[in-house]
């Protein structure tokens, strides 16, 4: 079947998640592990050491954004730092100058004088650690998805030919076969798509015998034009999935959710604010959605889409989302393009895409506020509004660097303020709110053909509300409320607020707890 996820398709797309937190372009980790499968062959391994290359190379740098709280502590940008470290040999001068060139870059030259001090202090000390939580990371999610014959090799994506690497446990050809093949091929493949494949061997020839197995770099600059030659021409997602390993297998639909779990937590990872975020939205929607009389499909949609509708976060600094300060227009920008990234990461796998069209409509507004596209109202599916209120209502519920949580109750008026002014499904918040465990508001059908909106201005109205205060409540102007109540008189037969308070009444349109 078409919708079958297999377990290279999964990784792969994970990988794609890898690019974003890198700061590279979308598919260097395909391309790199063709030319790692390339440079495997041609370097005699093993059948099984080829299989391995696959999904080492797709995995080596999937924890890079384990250490993203601390990068941004220093540097600001860790994408920026992370692409940019591509540049130098990883160790001694070259490294320190780049990584003191990107220390507090924006801040003013006595802060970051002294930010500089501190960084030789401890900082220095504290980017090692990152790489060892890099390596940590990666083994963790290895281990869930069942890749455990890989780890050992992925414990060695920092060790160096030289031994001067991290941990430092292992050099020459003590370190894994795979992971030096990995190594050459991520670097490589940076300078290829950059520069072009002269200034690629260039690399590799001044690296050679350092950070870098010589035997392997030799097997390069030899089959240059076999392992590089045509990186610019190939489909390298096809090339990769077509690719078929050993460890290949297919993932059922009852595992799917134990699957795309990693993702979530992959995307909160990025910030300590968001730890678990992700989790508890996909949980409280699921729980809504059943609230809501939704199919079994559906309810595991929205499940799904909970998990990974953060995943593109990765592509975003962390220093913005630890930001305590209001964001500036290029940063809300960038936070704006989320849900795209997520849609892209997850686009080229048939089942996963249609989990990556729900999740990325997370952010949408029924009066077109919302992002990345401005849908409106019934463009949105009814499994993204719940999405949406659900994400809305558990963002509330956590602490972020501007605010505390908020209380429970401040949640439940914040969501309805967010109904009333047209920007959440009533339906779906109401389901939320109970999933939540907030007292059920009888959920008001509509009738006489009354608009979502119209119904809102009835309850107010019946409630002696006049129409300047209704204006206020929704944040709309007087003369859309007095249009509003014409079309209201109009549908429902009556024409005085008594009348219309016992039609309201009548078909379960206002109750005792509504606000």
Excluded at 269 to 286: N, T
Excluded at 339 to 348: S, V
Aim: glycine content about 8%; charged content about 25%.
């Amino acid at each position: 079947m078409a919708s079958e996820l297999r377990l290279a398709e999964l990784v792969a797309s994970l990988s794609l998640a890898t690019d974003l937190g890198l700061g590279l372009p979308q598919e260097h980790v395909l391309r790199q592990t063709v030319i790692a499968r390339r440079l495997a062959h041609f370097a005699g391994l093993d059948e099984a050491a080829q299989s391995d290359t696959f999904y080492v190379s797709l995995l080596a740098w999937v924890g890079c954004i384990a250490d993203s709280h601390e990068l941004s502590h220093w540097f600001g940008d860790d994408r920026k730092i992370r692409a940019d470290s591509y540049e130098v040999d990883k160790i001694g001068l070259p490294m320190m100058r780049l990584m003191l060139a990107h220390v507090a870059p924006e801040a003013p030259p006595l802060r970051r004088l002294t930010t500089i001090g501190r960084f030789l202090a401890g900082g220095y000390r504290d980017a090692v650690e990152g790489f060892i939580a890099h390596c940590q990371t990666t083994g963790d999610i290895a281990d869930r998805l069942g890749l455990e014959h890989v780890q050992g090799a992925l414990a060695h994506a920092f060790e160096r030919w030289d031994g001067k690497g991290v941990p430092g446990a292992v050099r020459g050809a003590q370190i894994d076969p795979v992971m030096r093949v990995v190594q050459i091929a991520d670097d490589a493949e940076v300078f290829v798509s950059g520069a072009g494949v002269a200034t690629a061997l260039g690399m590799l020839r001044s690296r050679r015998g350092t950070e870098f197995d010589p035997a392997l770099v030799d097997i390069c600059i030899d089959k240059a034009d076999e392992i590089f030659g045509d990186l610019d021409a190939i489909n390298a997602w096809a090339s990769v999935i077509d690719d078929h390993t050993a460890l290949d297998r297919r993932i059922p639909e009852g595992e799917l959710g134990e699957a795309l779990e990693i993702f979530a937590d992959y995307a909160d990872l990025k910030s300590p604010w968001y730890l678990g975020h992700s989790r508890a939205v996909a949980e409280l929607a699921a729980s809504a959605a059943s609230i809501a009389g939704m199919t079994r499909e559906q309810i595991a949609l929205v499940r799904q889409a909970g998990l990974v509708h953060r995943l593109g976060a990765s592509g975003v600094s962390t220093a913005i989302w630890n930001k305590a300060t209001p964001l500036s227009a290029p940063e809300e920008e960038r936070v704006r393009q989320v849900p795209y990234f997520t849609e892209r990461i997850l686009c080229r796998q048939p089942r996963l895409a249609s989990i990556g069209a729900v999740a990325g409509m997370a952010f949408e507004r029924m009066d077109g506020s919302g992002y990345p596209r401005g849908l409106t109202g019934m463009s949105i599916p009814s499994t993204a509004r719940l999405l949406a209120a659900a994400a809305n209502y558990q963002q509330l519920a956590e602490a972020r660097p501007d605010r505390p949580p908020l209380e429970t109750e401040e949640r439940r008026a914040a969501v309805l303020r967010e109904v009333n002014a047209g920007r959440l499904d009533g339906g779906s918040v109401d389901a939320v709110l109970a999933a939540a465990g907030h007292p059920v508001r009888r959920r008001r059908q509509s009738v006489a053909g009354l608009t979502t909106r119209e119904i809102d201005v009835l309850d107010l109205l019946v409630r002696g509300l006049s129409n300047k205060q209704i204006a206020v409540r929704l944040s709309i102007t007087q003369r859309t409320v007095a249009t509003h109540i014409e079309h209201i008189f109009s549908k429902t037969g009556v024409s005085t607020r008594g009348a219309a308070a016992m039609y309201a009444l009548r078909h379960g349109l206002v109750d005792a707890s509504s606000d």
